[in-house]
T-cell receptor
């Protein structure tokens, strides 16, 4: 089976850096996604990792360690609009089934 | 380019009544998903289609839920009869398919069963 753990909530200050962690267990790993979801809106794609290492995309970066079953999303130069839920999702082999974590609600304060 | 379109955005029904949700995926996307999302939780997969074939419906409560994707484009999800516990947001998503393609989500239908 699959299991994904993320912190429930985090608070950070505008302009700062925040790291949102995700640990997972899966019988067959085939990629990890991060999505952003503002309250009342649809999730939107942020990043995809399938190999170990860091993927950088503007203010957002995502890291993966397959041997540790661990990923993090790094948000730099935080802005108020970054206040949202961040969903970690793991895709398994054999059918491309994607399981979402419960999400981490990030509050950015002035 | 239009994104994934869902309707209705909101629906309130009494328990034991039927309800249906409609989804129009992004043009050219062969893979279509229906997810259920409860407040404070991540989306949970109900069913996944590759074209018109349901390739993963293991999480769909088949006693009351049904779905179809005729002609491999639009899809409908139906609940009959609805129960109080079905109150949630029902999200439709589509993707090109393949291992590293992200899903594009619609705005969802917020269902309230009273």
């Amino acid at each position: 089976g699959q299991n994904i753990d993320q912190p429930t909530e985090m608070t950070a200050t505008e302009g700062a850096i925040v790291q949102i962690n995700c640990t997972y267990q899966t019988s067959g790993f085939n990629g990890l996604f991060w999505y952003q979801q503002h309250a009342g809106e649809a999730p939107t794609f942020l990043s995809y990792n399938v190999l170990d290492g860091l993927e950088e995309k503007g203010r957002f970066s995502s890291f993966l360690s397959r041997s540790k079953g661990y990923s993090y999303l790094l948000l730099k130069e935080l802005q108020m609009k970054d206040s949202a839920s961040y969903l970690c999702a793991v895709r398994s082999t054999g059918g491309f089934k994607t399981i979402f974590g419960a999400g981490t609600r990030l509050f950015v304060k002035a | 380019e239009a994104g994934v379109v869902q309707s209705p955005r909101y629906k309130i029904i009494e328990k034991k009544q039927p309800v249906a949700f409609w989804c129009n995926p992004i043009s050219g996307h062969n893979t279509l998903y229906w997810y259920l999302q409860n407040l404070g939780q991540g989306p949970e997969l109900l069913i996944r289609y590759e074209n018109e074939e349901a390739v993963d419906d293991s999480q769909l409560p088949k006693d009351r839920f049904s779905a179809e994707r005729l002609k491999g484009v639009d899809s409908t999800l139906k609940i009959q009869p609805a129960e109080l516990g079905d109150s949630a947001v029902y999200l439709c998503a589509s993707s090109l398919g393949g291992a590293n393609t992200e899903a594009f989500f619609g705005q969802g239908t917020r269902l309230t069963v009273v």
